[in-house]
């Protein structure tokens, strides 16, 4: 079964495939980091149709998100929304016009209306739904981010502690936040795909650890690592999710379990990152 990774050279994109790559499934890759033809907002895309028709199977993984100092600066920039709503309207019509099997990935955040984000996530959920599709609603998932700019609050705490053993944080650290290691990330997606005729489409599939851990303990977990590395907590509060937190649903429980606990993650990252 040949399998067509949208995204394929992002955070999740690049662990997922590894994965398949590491059980010998054939994969079909797409990114516009790869190529300026592999670009999703291209209305038409000749390629992405023709990566289409070699495939059995759609993992829809890309999008124009990064972590949260990432979306605090562009999310609410028309650029942003745009670019994800081109993608989005091509990429579904595509995949309308294959019929391939395809899921979808979402965010946790996609009920918070105050985030461009969400709400972009929502209306990517609607037309998954339209199409009978599956959707997941991924919770701060972390790994290797190649784009600097876009990186998550884990590498940017391990980047900063190896380089000057300093986390100077952008907030007081008091959020909590769901973290799943990419590597549980892939083990899930390639689980549904699996189960993908058996799921209810009306079931709500939240891939995260199912626990709580405080940004602030995150860096205190970072800098143990490093020896002699200063927490600096900021003074803003919450800056993404404006306090909001959501509770995720257990459905996914039948399908898939996680087995990463967040400091072994941390550890596989830093490693991968070649600090450690």
Not at 247 to 273: C, F, H, N, T
Request: aromatic share 10%; hydrophobic share 40%; net charge negative.
């Amino acid at each position: 079964m040949s399998i067509l990774v949208l995204g394929s050279s992002g955070q999740i994109g690049s662990e997922i495939v590894r994965h398949l790559r590491s059980l010998e499934h054939p994969v079909l890759e797409f990114d516009i980091k790869e190529h300026s033809s592999e670009d999703l907002r291209l209305q038409d895309n000749e390629l992405l149709k023709y990566r289409l028709s070699k495939a059995d199977f759609v993992f829809f993984l890309a999008f124009d998100v990064g972590g949260s100092k990432y979306l605090e600066i562009f999310q609410k920039t028309p650029e942003f929304i745009s670019n994800n709503l081109r993608l989005m309207e091509n990429t579904f019509n595509a995949l309308k016009v294959s019929g391939k099997p395809f899921l979808f990935a979402s965010t946790q955040m996609s009920n918070m209306s105050h985030s461009p984000y969400g709400v972009l996530k929502a209306i990517g959920e609607a037309y998954t739904r339209s199409l009978n599709g599956i959707i997941v609603k991924f919770w701060n998932t972390y790994g290797i981010e190649a784009d600097d700019d876009k990186a998550h609050v884990i590498t940017d705490f391990i980047h900063a502690a190896a380089t000057l053993r300093k986390i100077p944080m952008r907030t007081d650290g008091l959020e909590e936040r769901q973290f799943l290691h990419a590597e549980d990330c892939s083990r899930c997606l390639l689980t549904l795909k699996d189960n993908y005729a058996f799921i209810p489409r009306s079931e709500e599939l939240h891939v995260t650890t199912f626990k709580w851990t405080r940004i602030i303990d995150i860096a205190h977990i970072v800098s143990k690592m490093f020896p002699g590395t200063e927490v600096v907590p900021g003074m803003a509060t919450d800056l993404v999710q404006n306090g909001l937190k959501n509770e995720p649903s257990e459905a996914i429980l039948k399908y898939w379990q996680p087995r990463i606990e967040v400091d072994e993650g941390i550890r596989k990252v830093a490693s991968s990152m070649g600090h450690l």
